[in-house]
């Protein structure tokens, strides 16, 4: 285990809380539940909530340059979303109703594009998903192909290696990353979790050492850049979702949770089940870049 003290638990019952980001701007950390279709802003240390519906299920999002907006992957495709009026200033659908199919995780490479993964959840087998690309002037392209459940995108600090998970398989990846061009190549096996253990949302500290929360494994487990094990934050639910760093000094470590899918007596034992966790860690993290929308805003006004 590694030491790191539990400092707090915001108890929001979440059906499914994902994509935790921390707000530098502003001293807040933000999340997703992505089943309610809700945005939560939690002012820290103030602990002040704030709950923002939105239009459809928020999978996953990232800050950008504007006021109260957000770049949002909702369950059939991208869009600029000012949460406060509860507006979609700018919208790229890609996945049609009925598809079987929603996006997942993403989140902003250092260079400011905003990159999203999709997911089977009609309960099939079939690997159909994809990982894409958002860049500033609305262009989205495809980079991979051939998923099941996107999940883990994050890159190392010097930005030369992009990481990502296939969460069925249990397989976290790490590839080749062409920060000029937004390009992957290259894939190989960087780390495969234990047993009924599936990685799920991750992030990058300044030591370049991978963060990975991990669905049913009741943990977040630490991994060096070789992909070795390298301790890990126990957790008193079994369906730990995402991590990020924040806090003033980055050294805090922010863990979402979720009840969804946990049996009745499961839930039982597990009250602290969708809870937002709080941790002190000897470790630091990295400020996530922000997507920049004045092309997109621009192209809208004209």
């Keep these: ?70 770049v949002a992957a909702f369950a059939s495709g991208f869009a600029l979303y000012d949460y406060r009026r509860g507006q979609i200033l700018w919208q790229k659908t890609l996945l049609a109703p009925g598809s079987g199919m929603r996006f997942n995780d993403g989140k902003v490479d250092r260079q400011g594009r ?22 500033s002037d609305g262009s989205v392209t495809e980079v991979a192909k051939g998923i099941r459940i996107s999940n883990g995108a994050c890159w190392s600090p010097d930005a030369d290696t992009f990481y990502f998970a296939d969460s069925p398989s249990r397989n976290l990846y790490r590839y080749d990353f062409d920060a000029e061009k937004g390009e992957i190549s290259n894939r190989r096996l960087f780390a495969r979790t234990m047993m009924h253990r599936y990685p799920d949302g991750a992030t990058v500290d300044s030591q370049g050492y991978l963060w990975s929360a991990q669905w049913r494994g009741a943990r977040v487990e630490r991994y060096s850049p070789d992909g070795r094990s390298a301790g890990c934050i126990p957790l008193p639910v079994s369906q730990s979702t995402c991590a990020t760093f924040g806090g003033e000094n980055m050294d805090l470590l922010f863990v979402t949770s979720a009840r969804d899918e946990l049996p009745e007596w499961t839930l039982g034992r597990e009250r602290l089940a969708g809870s937002l966790f709080v941790c002190k860690t000897p470790f630091r993290g990295i400020e996530d870049t922000r997507f920049s929308t004045q092309k997109l805003l621009a192209r809208r006004a004209s």
């Design 114 to 135: 905003f990159w999203a993964g999709t997911m089977v959840e009609d309960g099939s087998d079939r690997c159909d998903a994809g990982l894409f690309r958002l860049d």
């Design 1 to 70: 285990m590694l030491e790191v003290q539990l400092l707090d638990v915001i108890e929001v019952n979440n059906t499914l809380g994902e994509g935790v980001q921390w707000n530098a701007r502003d001293r807040s950390v933000w999340w997703t539940d992505i089943q309610e279709c809700r945005l939560y802003r939690l002012s820290w240390p103030g602990r002040e909530l704030e709950v923002f519906e939105t239009p459809e299920r928020l999978c996953a999002f990232a800050f950008t340059d504007s006021a109260d907006c957000i």
